[in-house]
C-alpha cells in the first residue's frame, strides 16, 4: 500500500517517474542484499524476498490498479504451473527447516521464485494487492465497508471449505491442498490469508479515524514507520533477550529443543513490543526515520538529494 500511496498522483511527468522508479529498484536492491547477508543468521528471512517483490512492481506502478489484481492472480498461477514441473519439497530439509542448496546458483534461484520461505511466487501475490487498495479511496467509508464484506465473505467462505475438507473429499491429496497451512502457500491458503488482511486493514481503518489523532496512535504509527529497523532487531536482539530469558542457547535444531511454555512467549513478546514502541516514539522525537530506514533513503535517494 506504501509504494502505491508515494506514487497515487495522476500528473507525474516522465522525469517524475524515472525518478520515482530508480528509487525503488534501488530501494529492491538495499533490502535484496541486505536479506541475503541477513539469511546468515536468520534463514527465514523475507527481505530479500520483498526486494524482489518491489522490483517487479516498478512494471506495474504507473498502470491502472486492475493490473495489479491481475498480477496477483498471476503470481498464484505461476506458483502453481511451477508446482507441476518441480516437487515442492526441492532442496528442503524439513526436519531441520533448513534449505539445503540455497548457495547455489540453481537452489538460490529456485528459493528465490518458487519454494522458499516467502518466495517471490505465490507471495508477490500479497504486495499487488496491497498496491491496489493503495489506490483505493479510503477517505469514502463505503470503500472501507466494501473491503471488509470482501474480506469477511472470502474468508468465511475458505475457512468452512477447510473446516469441512475432510467431509467435502476423502481424496487426501485434495484434502491436503485444501488444509496446506504457509508451506506450501496453496490457493486456499493465499485467499484465507488474504482475506484475514482486508479484515484487519479495514477494521484499523475504522479505528483510525476515530482515534487518529491521539497519542497512542501516534506512537503506534512511528512503530510502525520503523517496521525495516523493528524487523531486524527483533530476530537480533530479541533473540538473544529471548535466550537469556529462557536459558536455552539460539540453534537451528529446533525440533530437537523442548518447547518453551506458550505464556513466557506471550508475556515476553508483549513486554518487547511495548518497549519497541517506546524507543519508537522518543527517536522519532529527533529522526524522521528509523535507523534502517535512513540507511535505505540515504541509498536510494543519493541522486534525488544530489540533484
Not at 505461476?78 to 516437487?87: G, R, Y
Not at 535507523?291 to 540515504?298: I, Y
Request: net charge positive.
Amino acid at each position: 500500500m506504501g509504494v502505491s500511496l508515494m506514487t497515487n498522483r495522476n500528473d507525474y511527468t516522465l522525469e517524475e517517474k524515472k525518478s520515482i522508479k530508480s528509487t525503488i529498484v534501488k530501494r529492491s536492491w538495499f533490502l535484496f542484499v541486505l536479506g541475503v547477508a541477513f539469511y546468515l543468521w536468520w534463514p527465514a528471512d523475507i527481505l530479500h524476498f520483498y526486494g524482489g517483490y518491489m522490483h517487479f512492481a516498478v512494471l506495474l506502478i504507473f498502470l491502472p490498479k486492475k493490473y495489479f489484481l491481475y498480477s496477483a492472480a498471476l503470481a498464484i498461477v505461476i506458483f502453481h504451473i511451477l508446482l507441476t514441473i518441480i516437487p515442492y519439497d526441492t532442496g528442503w530439509n524439513f526436519e531441520t527447516l533448513m534449505y539445503n542448496d540455497f548457495w547455489t546458483i540453481q537452489g538460490f534461484f529456485r528459493n528465490t521464485f518458487y519454494n522458499g520461505w516467502n518466495s517471490i511466487f505465490p507471495w508477490a501475490a500479497y504486495f499487488f494487492l496491497g498496491m491496489y487498495l493503495g489506490r483505493l479511496d479510503w477517505q469514502k467509508v463505503k470503500t472501507t465497508k466494501r473491503i471488509l464484506f470482501i474480506g469477511i465473505t472470502v474468508y468465511l467462505i475458505v475457512l468452512l471449505i477447510q473446516t469441512f475438507a475432510n467431509s467435502i473429499t476423502q481424496n487426501k491429496d485434495l484434502q491436503f491442498y485444501l488444509t496446506a497451512d504457509y508451506i506450501p502457500p496453496f490457493l486456499p491458503f493465499m485467499l484465507v490469508t488474504a482475506s484475514f488482511g482486508l479484515i484487519l486493514i479495514s477494521i484499523f481503518i475504522f479505528i483510525g479515524n476515530k482515534i487518529g489523532d491521539t497519542k497512542i496512535a501516534k506512537i503506534l504509527a512511528s512503530t510502525g514507520q520503523m517496521t525495516l529497523t523493528h524487523y531486524i532487531t527483533h530476530l537480533v536482539l530479541g533473540l538473544f533477550l529471548l535466550s537469556t530469558v529462557t536459558g536455552k542457547t539460539l540453534s537451528y535444531d529446533l525440533l530437537k529443543e523442548s518447547p518453551t511454555n506458550p505464556i513466557i512467549i506471550l508475556t515476553f513478546a508483549v513486554a518487547y513490543f511495548f518497549l519497541s514502541c517506546v524507543f519508537s516514539y522518543f527517536w522519532t522525537k529527533k529522526y524522521k526515520n528509523g535507523p534502517f530506514e535512513m540507511l535505505m533513503r540515504k541509498v536510494s535517494d543519493r541522486q534525488k538529494n544530489s540533484s
